[in-house]
């Protein structure tokens, strides 16, 4: 009987403690200020991304996980008799999950299983938050890679965006969306839907109407949520966490609420003061 080990990158925002409780490791994507190259989480956090940034005054690039680091983990983890799943950031937004399948090939191994999560931050790390609960209940490599897949067109994301500046700075938004949206203070409500990046519900004004906006939509389909866990993920904009944890809890049952940070990756394209709830759908 094989043991299982799960593993991720950087981008899957979950806390130090889960990855810890849950035994996962992360492979960590690259973060660059021209010719000064970071690991996502290792020797760059997202504040000293941010002092960073205002230091410099530009925007880092990030890139992909190479291949050879997914190799040498892989292969670490095969020679000690392990079986691998991996997920992390979706294809269609990293060359990351391209850089695992090549060290797959490169390994020549049935032993491991890469399941294209198709999201991003915590929206993968809720799945490999299923993927541990399936091994702990003695379910093989195999089956938790069978219930991963049906699981990931099931993943709801979503953030409130405080900032549309670094939107527009990495090239995701158009100079008149951003005045647009600086002189209208419009708070809009990013989405990912079939792997991409969608912008749904606009508010207009504070953060926080933003925050009801996404709330609303979310306590609208309580009865459809998997009542397992969700998760509150947020670039420096832990204020609102109290709130959003109280609303959830009190009209809703989810068992567990976490709590997590975004890494430099997702802040660096967020913004600070993005917030987002990330849950799955029965």
């Known amino acids: 009987m094989y043991k299982i080990k799960l593993i991720s990158d950087s981008t899957c925002d979950l806390s130090k403690e889960l990855l810890l409780l849950h035994d996962i490791d992360i492979v960590p994507l690259y973060v660059n200020f021209r010719q000064e190259s970071f690991f996502d989480g290792v020797n760059l956090s997202t504040i000293e991304m941010y002092h960073k940034i205002d230091k410099v005054g530009y925007l880092p690039k990030t890139a992909a996980a190479s291949p050879g680091s997914f190799f040498e983990l892989f292969d670490k983890y095969l020679t000690d008799g392990y079986q691998i799943i991996y997920t992390g950031i979706g294809s269609k937004f990293s060359a990351t999950f391209q850089s695992a399948f090549t060290a797959k090939q490169m390994l020549h191994t049935d032993n491991i299983f890469l399941v294209d999560s198709g999201n991003l931050s915590s929206g993968s790390g809720l799945l490999l938050l299923k993927a541990a609960a399936f091994r702990n209940q003695g379910l093989d490599a195999n089956e938790i890679y069978e219930k991963m897949l049906e699981i990931v067109p099931k993943i709801r994301t979503q953030f409130v965006i405080d900032t549309l500046d670094y939107l527009y700075k990495g090239g995701r938004l ?46 609208g389909l309580k009865e459809e949520i998997d009542q397992e866990f969700c998760i509150i993920t947020h670039s420096m904009a832990e204020s609102y966490v109290p709130y959003i944890r109280d609303q959830i809890s009190e009209q809703m049952n989810i068992q567990n609420i976490y709590e997590t940070e975004a ?20």
């Not at 519900?201 to 109407?209: A, H």
């Not at 890494?263 to 759908?281: F, N, P, Q, W």
């Open 263 to 282: 890494g430099c990756v997702i802040s660096s394209h967020c913004g600070k003061g993005a917030i987002g709830v990330l849950y799955i759908i029965k």
């Open 174 to 219: 158009n100079a008149l969306s951003t005045l647009m949206g600086t002189v209208l203070k419009v708070k809009p409500i990013i989405k990912v839907r079939n792997g991409e990046m969608v912008v749904g519900k606009k508010g207009r004004g504070s953060t926080r109407i933003g925050i009801d906006l996404m709330l609303n939509e979310i306590l």
